[in-house]
């Protein structure tokens, strides 16, 4: 019997991806890394790649701000690698398109929103000799591209169940730079969760623009809360998280499958954008300050530690002292366990950006974001401290970022606790009971309990 040595694998190239923006982002960077893994493998910096992608956002004008700087700095890194290819994506490509190699000749091809799968061939064609490529059209049917993710052990993974938005809020890019909103096949949805279960997730994060507005647009309409059911139904998914819902299209049964599904997490991310009826019907929102409200008071009442986390635009045009106080006061209602609040920004081609005179003093807005943004800390604050002493269920994550020796993990209210002692019986995976001993500004830090801990990734 003979045996035979396997021809040895030629090494793949470094691929170097620098993501701004979403959640959503984050998910199609990790597809780019599955789809071009064959040829390529991540690696910690841009001066050890041989391609380098750039995935954008434009919901803010900052992160568009940073492409351009960033930039400025591959170009210099390619002048001094005259081999290293790069390649913009995401929103801001999908807008700019062309404008973007026109104006940084380091750029050697474009992609958009609905083109992560071209990116293999727009490599070929440039390293074959052709111009700069730029692929940003519009496609009406969810992309095809392989299913999995880069092998990296992550506990947590996001899997992306829908494409683009149809609310057409008066601030907002995301319908422009992302489409018209297309609902994932639940087969695929459910074949990814599987793959990242085998390869060792516990925790499924959701993404979609409106998450609770899935498969309304199928023949006939399913919804976002039989994915949620199917979901949960699949062996090895601990929990479930998902973001984020609209207000307008939560229903009781959205609030059921929440306080009754034990896989589902206790925390909610809900947008409010401002607690004025006056600036939310000027924003297209499409409810009011009492239905939000209401919502919450849904859920409180029968998951009183439901952790509620937002988003707020401060300083929209026109925007009164009166109504910013009327969010503030949504604020005081609700105590947000955190809250990510922005300054107004103007995106070219959206309603909003049209309101110029009624834009407010840069001071005035920033003044008002300040404000805001203490009552959060004290909100956050008390939110923490309040754990203190109680026992919660804790998944593990990985190392503490405090103390590599120590591990980490998350309650079902998305609180990062740190373990204060060494616990050689558990690894990341596994689903532990803690007691709450201390809080600092941010995360939580928790012992074993004797009693509890309990296993979940062997």
């Known amino acids: 019997m003979t045996s035979e040595t396997a021809a040895p694998q030629p090494s793949r190239q470094g691929l170097y991806i620098k993501t701004f923006g979403c959640q959503m982002n984050e998910y199609d960077s990790q597809k780019l890394a599955k789809i071009l893994e064959s040829d390529y493998e991540l690696v910690a910096a841009p001066e050890d790649a041989d391609l380098i992608l750039v995935n954008t956002c434009s919901v803010r004008d900052k992160p568009e701000q940073k492409l351009y700087s960033l930039l400025g700095e591959v170009r210099d890194l390619k002048a001094r690698k005259p081999g290293v290819m790069i390649g913009v994506g995401g929103c801001v490509a999908q807008q700019e398109g062309h404008n973007i190699v026109r104006r940084s000749k380091a750029v050697d091809f474009v992609f958009g929103t609905h083109n992560l799968s071209l990116v293999p061939a727009l490599i070929a064609q440039r390293v074959a000799g052709g111009a700069p490529q730029v692929a940003v059209d519009y496609r009406e049917e969810w992309e095809d591209y392989p299913l999995g993710f880069p092998e990296d052990g992550r506990i947590s993974r996001f899997v992306s169940i829908s494409r683009g938005c149809n609310k057409n809020c008066t601030y907002c890019i995301v319908p422009t730079t992302r489409g018209k909103e297309v609902s994932r096949a639940p087969e695929e949805i459910e074949r990814e969760v599987r793959i990242a279960v085998a390869r060792g997730a516990r925790e499924i994060v959701l993404l979609g623009q409106t998450v609770n507005s899935y ?11 039989s994915l949620l059911r199917r979901v949960a139904d699949i062996s090895g998914v601990e929990r479930i998280r998902f973001t984020s819902p609209h207000p307008q299209e939560v229903r009781s049964d959205f ?31 499409n409810y009011r300050r009492h239905r939000f409200l209401a919502i919450v008071e849904a859920l409180r009442s029968r998951v009183p530690d439901m952790a509620m986390t937002t988003d707020i635009i401060v300083g929209f045009p026109g925007e009164t002292e009166e109504d910013f106080e009327q969010t503030l006061e949504v604020m005081r209602a609700v105590r947000f366990q955190n809250s990510f609040s922005f300054i107004f920004s103007p995106r070219p081609g959206t309603p909003a950006a049209l309101l110029e005179s009624e834009f407010l003093p840069r001071e005035v807005a920033l003044e008002r974001l300040q404000r805001l943004q203490r009552l959060q800390e004290e909100h956050a604050r008390e939110a923490l401290e309040g754990w203190v002493g109680k026992e919660v269920e804790v998944l593990l994550e990985g190392p503490s970022a405090a103390d590599q020796e120590l591990l980490c993990g998350r309650t079902s209210q998305n609180l990062v606790i740190n373990l204060t002692e060494s616990t050689p019986r558990h690894q990341p995976g596994d689903m532990v009971v803690l007691e709450v001993v201390g809080c600092n500004r941010f995360t939580l830090s928790g012992r074993m309990v004797t009693a509890g801990g309990v296993s979940s990734a062997s």
């Open 215 to 225: 498969g309304l647009d199928f023949s006939p309409r399913q919804s976002f809360v």
């Open 255 to 285: 609030i059921d499958i929440v306080c009754e599904n034990r896989k589902v997490c206790r925390h909610i991310h809900l947008p409010l954008q401002s607690g004025s009826d006056r600036i939310l019907k000027a924003m297209n929102r």
